[in-house]
């Protein structure tokens, strides 16, 4: 929402189809607003499409060719909630300014003909209405900006200390949480929405942030149940082989098929046969359930190198579709990033697969668009070293709190 349409002034978008009505109401009140005009719906949707969020104020007729005022005040109500609307017809018309006010939800109705200083008064009560509505949403935006962003420092906090206490049987978990808070960050205009900040209450709030944090961490102890086992000398190929054979049948039910390729002369890795199909199974899982039906997931295996210089093989999860939306990429990262329209834990295991995909002395990483995705790509070491990472820092807290002020402002 903007005020600053034109030198300052509150746009107001009049549409009717008589074209002296237009030209009247423009020599009335251009010297007091940024005064736009349609003829007709189609039209004023048009308007709206280039530069709806900043007109303050919708002005409709009733009666027009094709599509009527009431239709218009719809599709505003839903499209564009900050406009003020009002609503515009003969005294003879009463069903239709029912109507308005019923599915459109108007602010006023002015019957034609106007008296001019009646409908000045109208628009004036909707201009107050309309600050007096842009200065709540400021201030309740300011309120959930502190609220997000001490939300998201509370769970960044959580999940280094989760990985602190992994590493006695893990490895590399720091370097793990890095890449998964890291990656998270860079998602464009991330969304950030915990609650209806209008019912906010802190304490209720508190406490449900401490119920999820513990699913947080009960969901990744789960998945890395089976890590007393030793790492051993192992094929790739034939781990997603195995994992394949075992979960073909069941994924066809929900409509998934895989398409595995692999490369010629891949070297073996070394990892844990239990822990690989349980990351395998996460990832398709992950891209099954943000494709929805009817999804054919490639599986591409080659070798590769990573950022070490130390040989690796790559594996390479993909989704048959073009891009991954910003949303649903946000989705994946919901140990971080509070959202209010997906339950706590059903993607919890992305986390879970970063630290499985380092404890293998690798990488993980999400790819949105091609040619590298929609998918994800893990890079295994042929060593079960784990690959370098710089220690959590006061550098780095600082980094990441930074950046979420960018964002949530």
Known sequence: MNKQANNGRLAILYVDDEEKALKYFRKAFEGEYDVHTAPSVAAARRILDEAGDQVGILITDQRMPGETGVDLLEHVRLGYPHIIRIFTTAYSDLESAIQAVNSGGVFWYVAKPWNLDELRGVLRRAEEFYNLRLERDSLLAEKLGVVQQLLTMDRVRTLVSLAASLEANLRNPIG??????????????????????????????????????????????????????????????????????????????????????????????????????????VLVRRISDMDGNDVEIRIKITPSTLPSGRQAVRLAILAAGQTWLNGQVASLYSALIPRSDRFMGLDMDLLSAYFLAFHHGGTLTVHREPPFGPGFEVNLACDAKAEPTDDIDTQWFDSVYRKMERRIR
Do not use: C
């Not at 990656?183 to 401490?210: C, G, W, Y």
């Not at 149940?225 to 195995?242: R, T």
């Not at 002369?265 to 199909?277: D, E, F, S």
């Open 176 to 281: 793990a949480l890095k890449a998964y808070v890291e990656e998270a960050q860079e998602i464009e205009a991330a969304v950030f929405q915990p609650f209806d900040v209008a019912e906010l209450d802190l304490l209720s709030l508190t406490r449900i942030e401490s119920e999820n944090m513990v699913k947080v961490a009960r969901a990744v102890i789960g998945d890395l149940e089976a890590l007393d086992g030793a790492p051993v000398e192992l094929a790739l190929q034939e781990i997603i082989h195995d994992f394949v054979k075992n979960t073909e049948a069941a994924l066809a039910e929900e409509g998934v098929s895989l398409k595995v390729e692999t490369a010629n002369g891949l070297p073996n890795v070394q990892g844990q046969p239990a822990l690989l199909q349980h990351l395998l199974r």
